[in-house]
């Protein structure tokens, strides 16, 4: 298909255990961003990428989260020692270039910590 | 601390009539926002933006209006359809230092849309 795709579509994982979500863009795309939604609440920012490079990481929660988009395509968000809190629903969008508008977000990868 | 609010969780309207949805936010920096539409088990799909420098866009059914003074953005759907029963999104953003960050979205919780035939 010609949009983002997130692999996996659900993740069920253990207190404490690592996860590695990762996202697909369109390709063509050098802009690629990473958003966390919890129940009830709209998508938050988490860190953008613009190319290989991280622009802007300022809505990682914390040192456990960190993500890589080392070729400038396909990017994967990682989380070290996961909490019950970081149960949520995290979506990838990417974009031609940097652009707040033209964003198209995938299907969201649903990661559920027991 | 909640940037951008959407105070009704939820609207039902009848199909043929006119939607409002409406957003707040408080950071004066925002200078460009955007409506996004959700179905269950998708991702937001981008509706319509308007600039700062503009008080209102027009796309078919979909016009967003602005107020920068009372920091207030509004959507209005004429007329609805059962198709555009979904969640809608408020979002806003800001140039960051340097004029990046345009790609950083906040984002409102959201307010579901119900068209009833």
């Known amino acids: 298909g010609a949009g983002v795709s997130q692999t996996p579509s659900n993740k069920v994982t253990e207190k404490g255990k690592y996860v590695e979500l990762r996202c697909d863009p369109i390709?063509?795309?050098?802009?690629l961003y990473w958003y966390r939604q919890s129940l009830g609440q709209g998508p938050e920012f988490l860190i953008y990428?613009?190319?290989?490079?991280?622009?802007?990481d300022s809505g990682l929660p914390n040192d456990r989260f960190f993500a890589v988009r080392p070729e400038g395509s396909v990017s994967t968000l990682k989380i070290q020692r996961t909490e019950r809190g970081d149960s949520a629903v995290y979506l990838c969008?990417?974009?031609?270039?940097?652009?707040?508008?033209?964003?198209?977000f995938g299907p969201g990868t649903r990661l559920t910590v027991l | 601390d909640q940037q951008v609010k959407q105070n009704s969780p939820s609207l039902s309207v009848q199909e043929g009539r006119i939607s409002i949805l409406n957003c707040d936010y408080t950071?004066?920096?925002?200078?460009?926002f955007l409506w996004y539409k959700k179905y269950p088990a998708e991702g937001p799909t981008f509706l319509i933006s308007?600039?700062?420098?503009?008080d209102k866009n027009e796309d078919g059914r979909f016009t967003v209006f602005l107020n920068k003074s009372a920091k207030h953005l509004s959507l209005h759907i004429v007329p609805s359809q059962p198709g555009d029963s979904a969640v809608y999104f408020c979002?806003?953003?800001?140039?960051?230092?340097?004029?990046?960050?345009?790609?950083?979205?906040?984002f409102g919780q959201g307010t579901i849309l119900t068209v009833h035939p």
């Open positions: 979002a806003a953003s800001s140039p960051g230092t340097g004029g990046t960050s345009y790609g950083k979205l906040t």
């Open positions: 308007i600039s700062s420098i503009k």
């Open positions: 950071n004066s920096m925002f200078d460009y």
């Open positions: 390709s063509g795309h050098t802009a």
């Open positions: 990428f613009q190319g290989t490079g991280a622009a802007d």
């Open positions: 969008a990417s974009s031609l270039t940097l652009s707040a508008g033209k964003q198209f």
